[in-house]
């Protein structure tokens, strides 16, 4: 997905009027212009972006973690995280069925922009809402790309829009708030920066006349605690958790909450109950829409 969506954004907006069989010509001027700024903003924030490829076990406990936070009432405090990159850029491990998201999520001061971003065999879809948040609070943004399917007839309201988009937006957010705290804590995730394209193959394509980019994709995994967090997400209902606490040691998973300050923290995962600790051996599905 990466490659389709630095390309696509390097001809936007062309790439889209081609797609879409659309004269210029036909277009107002203020449409135009806003189509074209769109397209160099998005540029410009894809230069500086961090790339974060999430793999699928570290994926599964982000969103389990994402969900909670959701649901303890967290996500009007995301705002109040320092991400550890101004722009970001999330992709997880193409699902085997349904559509692949990507999320952009960048940060102005106490300000969260998120776009997101879907692919599927048909191609590569651009987001048409962008989502601002600041504290508690959530304004959804038209994107130029919206504004053109209105211009050209398309039957795209913004419910449709926010009910693909949404729900998908803060699962993103809470994975990138999640993700930077928890970089903070030693075992929990692990990170390894490589190169998106090797240099050998940066030499050959400037020899034929193209230039590749010199970016870096941040590979995330879990680490050590990040796999108990996982194993005791993924254990026993909380009913038989009691009974089991009273028989032998087992890892209890980890979790936010909100700290004296106002902001959030985290606590690890840990051990309860007595007696050795009997590891097991547990398969993990992806979360698939």
Same mark, same amino acid.
């Given at each position: 997905?990466?490659?389709?969506?630095?390309?696509?954004?390097?001809?936007?907006?062309?790439?889209?009027?081609?797609?879409?069989?659309?004269?210029?010509?036909? +277009?107002? @001027?203020?449409?135009?212009?806003?189509?074209? *700024?769109? #397209?160099?903003?998005?540029? &410009?924030?894809?230069?500086?972006? %961090?790339?974060?490829?999430?793999?699928?076990?570290?994926?599964?406990?982000?969103?389990?973690?994402?969900?909670?936070?959701?649901?303890?009432?967290?996500?009007?405090?995301?705002?109040?995280?320092?991400?550890?990159?101004?722009?970001?850029?999330?992709?997880?491990?193409?699902?085997?069925?349904?559509?692949?998201?990507?999320?952009?999520?960048?940060?102005?001061?106490?300000?969260?922009?998120?776009?997101?971003?879907?692919?599927?065999?048909?191609?590569?879809?651009?987001?048409?809402?962008?989502?601002?948040?600041?504290?508690?609070?959530?304004?959804? +943004?038209? @994107?130029?790309?919206?504004?053109?399917?209105? *211009?050209? #007839?398309?039957?795209?309201? &913004?419910?449709?829009?926010?009910? %693909?988009?949404?729900?998908?937006?803060?699962?993103?957010?809470?994975?990138?708030?999640?993700?930077?705290?928890?970089?903070?804590?030693?075992?929990?995730?692990?990170?390894?920066?490589?190169?998106?394209?090797?240099?050998?193959?940066?030499?050959?394509?400037?020899?034929?006349?193209?230039?590749?980019?010199?970016?870096?994709?941040?590979?995330?995994?879990?680490?050590?605690?990040?796999?108990?967090?996982?194993?005791?997400?993924?254990?026993?209902?909380?009913?038989?958790?009691?009974?089991?606490?009273?028989?032998?040691?087992?890892?209890?998973?980890?979790?936010?909450?909100?700290?004296?300050?106002?902001?959030?923290?985290?606590?690890?995962?840990?051990?309860?109950?007595?007696?050795?600790?009997?590891?097991?051996?547990?398969?993990?599905?992806?979360?698939?829409?």
């Amino acid at each position: 997905m990466l490659a389709s969506l630095l390309d696509f954004y390097h001809r936007y907006p062309d790439i889209l009027l081609y797609l879409k069989s659309i004269d210029r010509a036909s +277009l107002s @001027s203020n449409l135009l212009e806003s189509l074209n *700024a769109h #397209g160099q903003r998005q540029r &410009e924030i894809f230069d500086v972006a %961090q790339v974060y490829q999430i793999d699928e076990h570290a994926e599964v406990m982000l969103r389990n973690l994402s969900a909670q936070m959701q649901r303890d009432g967290l996500d009007g405090m995301f705002s109040n995280v320092r991400l550890p990159f101004p722009a970001m850029l999330l992709t997880v491990p193409e699902p085997n069925v349904g559509e692949w998201p990507a999320a952009l999520i960048t940060q102005d001061d106490d300000t969260l922009y998120t776009q997101i971003y879907l692919a599927s065999k048909g191609g590569l879809f651009p987001n048409l809402l962008i989502f601002k948040s600041k504290g508690a609070s959530v304004e959804i +943004l038209h @994107s130029p790309t919206f504004a053109l399917s209105q *211009a050209i #007839g398309e039957h795209v309201t &913004e419910d449709a829009a926010i009910k %693909q988009e949404k729900s998908l937006c803060f699962d993103f957010l809470a994975i990138a708030v999640g993700m930077s705290i928890l970089f903070e804590h030693k075992a929990m995730l692990e990170k390894e920066e490589v190169a998106i394209y090797p240099r050998a193959e940066r030499r050959r394509a400037q020899k034929s006349g193209r230039t590749l980019p010199n970016k870096s994709i941040i590979k995330v995994k879990l680490g050590e605690l990040g796999k108990h967090q996982l194993e005791a997400t993924s254990g026993e209902s909380k009913e038989n958790e009691e009974v089991t606490s009273k028989r032998r040691a087992h890892w209890v998973q980890g979790h936010f909450m909100r700290n004296r300050a106002g902001g959030i923290s985290w606590r690890n995962p840990h051990i309860r109950g007595a007696g050795p600790l009997l590891e097991q051996e547990r398969h993990i599905s992806s979360y698939q829409e």
